[in-house]
């Protein structure tokens, strides 16, 4: 089984944190840090939860001033770069420490943010002063979109995402996100990929509560350039797995009026848990004409209430011949990995041709 996440804070992590300590903190006490870190819960903390707490703890050993607090973590952050480069998922919990206690020091706040997230990402910790100070934190944003580091234009992006993994929500944003535009408008054409990839995932956010919005943004930025294509392509993924017409036809698929599906086959009717299931299909294309098509199939998982829960995974995206028959054979794991519970009993699968949904068919996961 593959290492947990919330692994990444193991003894090697620990000695390299506290030797930085040992040279900012007067007379840091580093048995009680690391027994008050290593209480009865660690064990049992996720990933987050560990950030969460090292943040806690770390404010025991640092001044009670909060301006003073952060200039040892800024000290703190200088040390370790003389041992890494690039950024530090493991050093996020220092952002965390402004999120937990910086929001009343808004201006000392901002400016310690801007120098943490080109170490470790800040995009977590932003979330509460954009929620607090809306107009105020996103004409910052704005701002920072023109900075000469990378990593802090990617924040830019990253850090109002409206529905970002693992962090909370932005409901005005998600609401309405005009503020988020002109922030994506200066970033499309940026010279870092890791930059780019940022404005995708935010669009592709957007989408989801405001398709309409990402649409009109797609019309205007798409033929730009390769990667401006490639960016609006990957930020309108959840558009084409939902079959939205509008962003179909602007990335050419066609109607699917003379597909047809045949001899569909679940060829592994029973799998264990570890192994695979195999299932193949014929497409057929019976027009007079080429056509473009996203093919994808769904898969329902068993929940641990008897529910299913749907999953959606892409085969292809290509053209199809006129008058052509198409043999597809494709497998799903289901070897066991830290991110995925997988729950014995029915499952389901289907065909997915452009966003459109044939029928499902069953097989049974095993112990």
């Known amino acids: 089984m593959a290492e947990l996440f919330k692994n990444i804070y193991n003894t090697a992590f620990f000695d390299e944190l506290t030797k930085g300590l040992h040279k ?37 050993h640092l001044p009670d001033d909060y301006k003073q607090a952060i200039e040892v973590i800024l000290q703190l952050i200088e040390q370790l770069k003389l041992k890494q480069s690039g950024l530090s998922l493991r050093y996020m919990f220092l952002a965390d420490y402004i999120e937990q206690y910086g929001l009343d020091d808004y201006e000392t706040s901002i400016d310690a943010i801007e120098k943490i997230t080109q170490f470790t990402s800040c995009e977590f910790a932003v979330r ?114 939902k079959g939205y017409s509008d962003a179909m036809k ?25 192994e695979a299931l195999e299932f193949s299909f014929k497409l057929v294309n019976l027009g007079s004409e080429n056509i473009k098509i996203r093919t994808e199939y769904g898969l329902y998982y068993q929940k641990s209430n008897g529910s299913l829960s749907k999953r959606t995974f892409k085969i292809s995206e290509k053209e199809y011949v006129k008058n052509s028959t198409n043999h597809i054979i494709r497998k ?10 997988f729950y014995t009993g029915l499952h389901q699968l289907s065909i997915i041709i452009n966003g459109n949904e044939f029928e499902k068919f069953s097989f049974q996961l095993t112990a």
């Open 24 to 60: 900012t903190i007067p007379n840091f006490d580093e048995n009680t840090f690391l027994a008050q870190v290593f209480d009865v819960q660690w064990l049992d903390r996720k990933l987050k939860q560990r950030m969460r707490h090292l943040s806690t703890i770390l404010k025991i």
């Open 128 to 241: 509460p002063f954009i929620i607090l100070y809306p107009e105020k934190m996103m004409a910052q944003m704005l701002l920072w979109s023109n900075h000469d580091h990378f990593t802090v234009r990617r924040f830019s992006s990253e850090g109002c995402r409206p529905r970002l993994p693992w962090a909370m929500d932005l409901p005005k944003l998600k609401k309405n996100p005009q503020m988020i535009i002109p922030i994506l408008e200066k970033l499309k054409n940026d010279g870092s990929d890791f930059v780019r990839k940022s404005v995708a995932n935010n669009l592709n956010d957007i989408a989801k509560d405001n398709p309409l919005t990402v649409i009109n943004i797609v019309k205007k930025w798409q033929g730009l350039s390769l990667n401006t294509d490639k960016l609006i392509k990957h930020g309108c993924r959840t558009l084409l797995k």
């Open 250 to 274: 602007m990335f050419g698929f066609g109607t699917i009026e003379n597909i047809r599906i045949d001899e569909f086959s679940i060829n592994t009717p029973s799998v264990k848990i570890g």
């Open 332 to 341: 799903q794991s289901f070897k066991i990995i830290s991110t995925r519970k």
